[in-house]
């Protein structure tokens, strides 16, 4: 399996990518999704050097992972938030995740970061991504809340 930067020619896996994830999401709240907006997101982080891809055999995906250094609201210290870590259902309990984690742990410190921050939010596998970032490390941070507004749930 190799990591590598992701490049304009991989916009297209991504949105179609992202469309399986979004398929595979059970809290996604039943929005819309928009290859359009996805294509342009990956983009900005592809142009920010902020997306990865793993591959196994050359060419075929096994997942991606996406993130973006910002400043703290309150510091100028900088901060990397994941927009998404995903890996396929056939290549999950592989080395994909920790390899696409351990590729953005190394641009943070290239970005001069001094925090990582990752949410789980699509309700896939939860609990195992949760153990394995706790293995790799992370510590929780909070709890994230969500409220559908059109159905009040």
């Given at each position: ?9 991989d916009?297209?896996?991504m ?6 994830m979004?398929?595979?999401?059970t809290?996604l ?20 050097g902020g ?17 973006m ?6 510091s100028?210290?900088?901060?990397v938030?994941d927009f998404f870590?995903?890996v ?11 390899r696409l ?11 001069n ?8 939010t699509?309700g ?7 153990a394995?970032?706790?293995r790799?490390?992370y510590?929780d941070?909070g709890i ?7 159905s009040?749930?």
């Amino acid at each position: 399996m190799a990591i590598r930067v992701a490049t304009e020619g991989d916009v297209e896996g991504m949105v179609q990518m992202g469309r399986h994830m979004y398929a595979e999401g059970t809290a996604l709240g039943g929005r819309r999704y928009s290859s359009r907006r996805v294509a342009v997101l990956m983009r900005r982080l592809i142009e920010d050097g902020g997306c990865w891809v793993a591959t196994v055999g050359g060419d075929r995906w096994a997942g991606a992972a996406g993130a973006m250094c910002t400043e703290n609201w309150f510091s100028p210290d900088r901060v990397v938030t994941d927009f998404f870590v995903y890996v396929s259902p056939e290549h999950r309990g592989s080395m994909a995740a920790v390899r696409l984690l351990r590729a953005m742990e190394g641009w943070a410190v290239d970005m001069n970061a001094s925090l990582i921050r990752l949410g789980i939010t699509t309700g896939v596998c939860t609990e195992d991504t949760a153990a394995l970032y706790r293995r790799l490390g992370y510590s929780d941070a909070g709890i994230l809340f969500a409220k559908d507004l059109k159905s009040g749930q």
